[in-house]
Each structure stands twice: as C-alpha cells, then as structure tokens.
C-alpha cells in the first residue's frame, strides 16, 4: 500500500501543539489594510486554536 500524502496547504497553515490541538493564524490580515482600524489588525495578529468540530478534517489532511 502506497504512503499516504500530506495536504501541502494545510501543511504550511496549521501546527500542532504540545497538547495535541491545532493552532492557527486568523485571516483578513494580508493585504487591504488601510481601510481597517488598529484594533482589528492587532488583534487579528494572534493565532487561535482550530474549533473543535473541523479538528478531526484538518488532522486527516495532516495525517494525524
């Protein structure tokens, strides 16, 4: 049986922690960025974990 692929995308955007959740970067933070306030940008710059219920479809492109 051939080995199984990691998705390359979701490679590059999601990481694991120590506990074995899914950390994330938040969107909207890339480009069109004058027209958004200070607040927003700042807090868009913490990453967050990946909710609970799209856990089990990102671990499967990762083959977690």
Known sequence: MPKVKTNSGAKKRFKLTG???I???HAF???ILTKKETKQKRNLT???LVHK???RRIKDLLNI
């Open 46 to 48: 913490h990453s967050t």
């Open 19 to 21: 506990t074995g959740k």
């Open 53 to 55: 219920s799209d856990e």
């Open 29 to 31: 933070k890339s480009h």
């Open 23 to 25: 950390k994330r970067k």
